[in-house]
């Protein structure tokens, strides 16, 4: 399932797939549909970590992908032990604070060489993710909430979830797209007449900066 934020500000549902992988074949396929569509002009796409969608992302759209931060704490905390968690949890957050890019990137290099010592294969999580958890602080500052993680979609994927479990066994692909289609026609609509997600002056911002 893909959802944007438009020009106007609101959000909208692109298009949904159904595949039983998430290869880069999967993710090429999904986005040059989309791009068919109309789709263009894309700044960011915000998901877990697929290093196949992060890769047809950069080659069918040109743009980068912000590693849902939420999903890479939940990574992060299983590097460790639970009693580690809070301080983790808590250094962690520490980068994600700073009001610049640079301070997030400053500070991340010092909790690597902290971590290092104790908890190596979280030090090397952290240095392999911090390109795509800190993308989101190249946008303005306005934007921050709501593109560091997928936690928007948490409510729209809940719904699809309950609806499709009443369900339980579809006889085919057709009907899993037909019940999940609807159900996507329907937050679009809602979405349409909404209060904006993003206001028209930061979503020019963005337009402004990244063209």
Known sequence: MAVAVNLDGRREVLGIAVQSSEAEVFWDEFLRSLADCGLQGT?????????????????????TVQRCRVYF???????VRKKDRPIVTA???????????????????KLID??????????????????DVLTYKSFPKEHWAKIHSTNPLERLNKEIKRRTNVVGIF???????????????????????TRRYMTLETVAAICDIHL
């Open 73 to 79: 704490m939940r990574n992060a905390l299983a590097c």
């Open 43 to 63: 700044r960011l796409i915000i998901a877990d970590d697929h290093k196949g969608q992060k890769a047809a992302a950069a080659k069918v759209l040109g743009t």
């Open 91 to 109: 250094a962690l957050r520490t980068a994600f604070d700073q009001d610049t890019l640079a301070a997030s990137k400053e500070r991340w290099v």
């Open 171 to 193: 006889p085919n692909e057709a009907a899993v797209t037909r019940l999940v289609g609807a159900l996507m026609l329907e937050q679009n609509d809602e979405w349409a007449i």
């Open 114 to 131: 902290a971590f290092e010592p104790r908890h190596p294969k979280l030090a090397e999580l952290i240095r392999r993710a911090e390109e």
